[in-house]
């Protein structure tokens, strides 16, 4: 007995031993963890979702206010858009003034005069 212990312990790695306590190690291991997971599921601390924290949704719409394509995309949107009243006082006499310079108005009859052939008196 004596000569063992001064011999010391002789512990391969592939010794059946060795990877019994290994095997045994990594299953209590693994039932630790999932016994500290069930009891931490539902007590965590935030907000389920991103859309649910307040602070997260003001970053994201400050930083899609600040995106160069969501800034532009009304401009880009709006720029082919030009809408004015119809009664407004410029745009009815530019109306006016465009039918006078243009000539199409200049073939018509402006008046109808019903005068006879041998009417000289005029």
Do not use: C, W
Request: hydrophobic letters at 35%.
């Amino acid at each position: 007995m004596e000569a063992s212990k001064k011999k010391g312990y002789d512990l391969r790695a592939d010794a059946i031993s060795v990877k019994a306590a290994r095997a045994s190690r990594d299953i209590a291991s693994d039932y630790k963890y999932k016994l500290a997971y069930e009891k931490a599921r539902g007590h965590h601390v935030g907000f389920r979702s991103l859309q649910d924290d307040p602070k997260l949704v003001h970053y994201m719409n400050v930083a899609k206010m600040q995106s160069d394509r969501e800034y532009t995309k009304d401009y880009h949107k709006a720029k082919l858009k030009y809408h004015t009243p119809v009664d407004m006082v410029s745009v009815t006499a530019a109306k006016q003034a465009q039918q006078v310079t243009s000539n199409t108005g200049y073939r018509s009859i402006l008046t109808n005069y019903t005068l006879l052939p041998d009417a000289m008196n005029v």
